[in-house]
């Protein structure tokens, strides 16, 4: 049996539009300047804290920032942030296939757990892992490797699906397959510079993405 593990932002969900503007909203009350879309895509994918690292510059108190943008994007989570076009529908086969899922994710467990459940609410995700205390983030496999023994299947059995470098990166280490998205927040360049052993194009491809272990 294979099972199919998602990163969330920039691979189910296109979350771009609500982090910004929590970001900018939160700039704003210290005094910052915003960053336009194309800036902040740039900043997403290693966890709240290093996004706003990379967004004040050097010119603010991150944790100032860190906090404002918390309590923002807590209350605006779900504005414009919505699936990508034919993921539902991909999710909706796998599921209808019998293959295990999980989302993993450095975004906060509970917004974790809360975006995955209003998106994508019929589908059976045997486990849903943001960021906590007691485990490393990606590009460590930690997570990773948690979410493969919630769904009782072998790291080797699994396929990772992400948009970002560090995605890639913590599949390698946790022994599964890599595969990229072509339509996240990162390039099909990066992507497989850090090792995707593929990078789908559409969403479309996500249906078969559950053999994927038999070819490697």
């Known amino acids: 049996m294979s099972a199919v593990l998602f990163d969330l932002d920039g691979t189910l969900a296109d979350t771009l539009a609500d982090i910004a503007a929590a970001l900018n ?6 005094g910052l300047p915003p960053h336009d879309l194309p800036a902040v895509r ?23 920032v860190l906090e404002s943008f918390r309590t923002i994007y807590t209350a605006d989570l779900i504005v414009a942030t919505a699936p990508y076009p034919g993921v ?9 296939a019998g293959v295990p899922m999980a989302v993993v994710s450095n975004k906060p467990h509970a917004m974790t757990v809360r975006i995955t459940g209003a998106l994508f609410p019929d589908v059976p995700f045997g486990c849903v892992l943001g960021d906590l205390p007691e485990r490393p983030r990606k590009p460590a496999p930690d997570m990773l490797l948690y979410a493969a023994a919630q769904l009782g299947v072998a790291p080797e059995r699994c396929v990772y699906v992400g948009d970002s470098p560090g995605d890639m990166e913590a599949a390698r280490a946790a022994g599964m397959a890599p595969v990229g998205v072509a339509w996240g927040f990162r390039s099909a360049e990066s992507l497989r510079a850090a090792g995707a ?10 249906c078969g993405i559950g053999s994927a272990t038999a070819r490697r």
């Open 25 to 30: 909203a939160a700039l704003g009350r210290h």
């Open 42 to 64: 740039g900043m997403i994918g290693d966890g709240a804290r290093t996004l706003v690292t990379r967004a004040v510059r050097g010119e603010a108190e991150v944790e100032a």
């Open 88 to 96: 539902p529908a991909a999710l909706a086969a796998l599921a209808g």
């Open 197 to 206: 052993a593929e990078v789908l194009e559409e969403a479309g491809s996500l």
